[in-house]
């Protein structure tokens, strides 16, 4: 990101991430929620992870042909409306549907994994698809083709991984190819209806500025915006790998023991919420420098500004995505649906209204409202569940924030760069979650495990016995 932004700037920047948006919405649509209801069947019932797998790709791949001529046509009306997709976006979007094809397989094949709990083997091939997509993505942009050049390189690099993670799916015991089952895929599709809505209300009431705001304010605002976007996009990596890899856990939990799935969402939920506030706490504050960092001076004072409002839907986003997983192990999908729905159309609603007076600081400031007007329905759907409120396990982080932003605010106030006093906010962070008792014995169980010790060894991921270990963590 931080070279192609650069090489692009501003404009053609906007023009990719809305190339990539478009994308997005594509790829849920026919990806169709499956890859949650494959873990989870999987999860349930290994034996069939053969037919189960196989059959979500062949839903996925007919749901892909299916789409193309609907592409068509929204791209035919758009351009008879006078407002025609840039022919270069085009393109791009062209290159990235046919990515789909090894994509559908790559996303089967990661939820057969995450289906048995073996999450190390596709977290490796990631760490390799993504060194591939850098360095054959700084070679398009050095040869001149530009973002349409990276959108080529996703089709080869996800082809690769599609052999990797067949590869070690095959070793690690786990059948995945046999015969689809059209009784099965009938299934899927109800199953998973609900699901995909969820997905594609999420990303409408997320990504929905990003499609108005280039022809609401241009390319250049969307650029400018997609530089705050990169910096929120990292930090939620964080929470549907946690989430993922509880998932099965929740599963079970939720047919047989719902005070062990209260006391995995609560922990969750604390932990992720004594990450998301110092985050946002530190971004608001050096939101400059890590914009320049990225995206270089030509983002800057724009990038910036957004980025200082954006960041704060964090926390409310960390606990959202906990508890929409949690509804589906409680099979509730059909309430998340109704909950997106309302969140979208607040959304859309907003925007609309806010983009061409305020732009993307008003687009900014939709989204943290957004994910609080979603957050109510979520929270009522686990009312019978008897989880503690929110604010009562925010508290502790919280007021340890505000510490931190007393640390950060006074370090300004004296001249004081802001990145060289933020290891002693943090530090002090740290310090007063301790003091206030956020810390647990069970937490302070769990941290003791990562202490380097001639136990502390790959080989214990393989071991006897971890599976039971996995369903007795908090």
Do not use: C
Not at 308 to 337: C, D, E, H, K, M
Request: charged share 10%; aromatic share 10%; net charge positive.
């Amino acid at each position: 990101a931080a070279l192609f932004m650069r090489v692009l700037g501003p404009d053609n920047a906007g023009l990719y991430y809305y190339a990539i948006t478009v994308y997005g919405l594509v790829e849920i649509v026919t990806s169709f929620g499956l890859g949650v209801l494959v873990a989870r069947e999987i999860a349930r019932r290994p034996a069939e992870s053969a037919r189960i797998v196989s059959t979500s790709v062949a839903v996925r791949f007919g749901l892909t042909l299916a789409a193309l001529p609907v592409l068509g046509l929204i791209g035919l009306g758009m351009a008879a409306a006078g407002r025609p997709v840039d022919p270069a976006a085009a393109t791009a979007i062209g290159l990235l549907i046919v990515a789909l094809v090894p994509g559908h397989l790559n996303a089967a094949l990661t939820s057969a994994f995450q289906g048995t709990e073996r999450m190390v083997a596709p977290a490796a091939v990631m760490i390799v698809s993504a060194l591939l997509s850098m360095s054959l993505g700084a070679l398009a942009l050095a040869g001149g083709h530009g973002f349409v050049g990276m959108a080529a390189v996703s089709i080869a690099v996800n082809a690769i991984t599609f052999l990797l993670l067949a590869r070690l799916l095959t070793a690690s015991g786990v059948a995945w190819f046999g015969r689809p089952s059209a009784q099965l895929a009938r299934w899927m599709i109800v199953a998973s209806l609900p699901l995909m809505l969820n997905s594609l209300l999420q990303t409408l009431f997320f990504k929905v500025d990003v499609l108005l705001l280039a022809p609401l304010q241009g390319e250049q605002a969307v650029g400018w915006y997609s530089a705050a976007y990169k910096w929120v996009e990292a930090f939620l990596i964080v929470p549907p790998y946690l989430v993922m890899a509880l998932f099965p856990l929740m599963s079970r939990r939720a047919e047989n023991d719902r005070g062990g799935l209260r006391s995995a969402y609560e922990n969750t939920v604390r932990w992720l919420i004594a990450l998301a506030l110092p985050a946002a706490t530190l971004t608001t504050f050096l939101a400059e420098p890590l914009i320049a960092l990225l995206a270089g001076r030509d983002y800057l004072p724009n990038g910036a500004r957004a980025l200082q409002v954006l960041i704060w839907f964090l926390p409310f986003s960390f606990v959202n995505g906990v508890t929409q997983y949690v509804l589906i192990a409680l099979n509730r999908q059909r309430w998340i649906t109704w909950s997106f729905a309302a969140a979208a159309a607040f959304n859309i609603t907003a925007n609309l209204i806010v983009i061409p007076r305020y732009g993307y600081t008003g687009a900014a400031v939709v989204t943290i409202l957004s994910e609080l007007v979603l957050m109510a329905p979520f929270l009522w759907g686990l009312r019978d569940l008897g989880a503690p409120p929110v604010l009562a396990l925010a508290w502790q982080p919280l007021l340890s924030a505000s510490g931190l932003a007393l640390v950060l605010a006074g370090s300004a106030a004296v001249g004081v760069p802001s990145w060289l006093a933020a290891p002693v906010g943090l530090a002090a962070y740290a310090v007063a979650l301790v003091r206030l008792g956020w810390l647990t014995t069970e937490d302070r169980a769990i941290l003791a495990r990562f202490r380097p010790g001639p136990r502390a060894t790959i080989g214990v991921l393989s071991a006897p016995g971890v599976g039971e270990a996995v369903d007795h963590a908090p």
